[in-house]
């Protein structure tokens, strides 16, 4: 391989987000359901930043994965519409008064506002690890694992997620 081949080899994986800095998963999102709400999916971003409106240290986020919709990443559907039941967000927050317990908020394609929590989850857990700031000056990581099995009326999602430097 030339020289000129590693360097744009190098440059594209760290403008691709390959550096030990950057946010990194292992795992997917699954829903088995009717045809729209089969899906398979990993994450591709994660924020500590809470979706509740509240200041960092009055709202109860724990940290929220994020994916792109699907229907605007795929040339073929002419409407972004008519791609699947996907997720866009889930949202992790500790019930009030219950610190060391979790509920989740999925936000999908086609429905906002999915309540995954111990009525709905026979397993819904998530364990975390804060570790240090990026870069010099910023705000603690997060890093964890999720599992989760729940019904919802239309699909039954699971999933095992390892996630590593959520930020702020």
Not at 34 to 51: A, S
Request: aromatic share 4%; proline share 8%.
């Amino acid at each position: 391989m030339n020289a000129v081949r590693v360097a744009s080899l190098s440059l594209l994986l760290l403008a691709t987000g390959c550096r030990p800095d950057h946010f990194t998963e292992h795992g997917n999102l699954r829903s088995q359901g009717n045809f729209r709400n089969t899906w398979l999916w990993h994450p591709q971003g994660c924020t500590r930043d809470p979706f509740d409106g509240l200041p960092v240290g009055q709202s109860r986020s724990i940290a929220t994965l994020l994916w792109a919709n699907p229907g605007l990443r795929n040339s073929k559907l002419s409407n972004p519409n008519h791609s699947p039941d996907a997720p866009l967000r889930l949202e992790m927050q500790a019930p009030e008064g219950q610190p060391d317990e979790v509920v989740a908020t999925l936000h999908s394609v086609d429905q906002g506002g999915i309540l995954l929590d111990k009525t709905s989850c026979s397993t819904l857990t998530l364990h975390t690890q804060e570790n240090p700031p990026n870069h010099a000056g910023g705000r603690p990581t997060l890093s964890g694992e999720l599992q989760l099995d729940c019904r919802t009326d239309e699909s039954h999602l699971t999933a095992t997620i390892k996630f590593d430097r959520c930020e702020y």
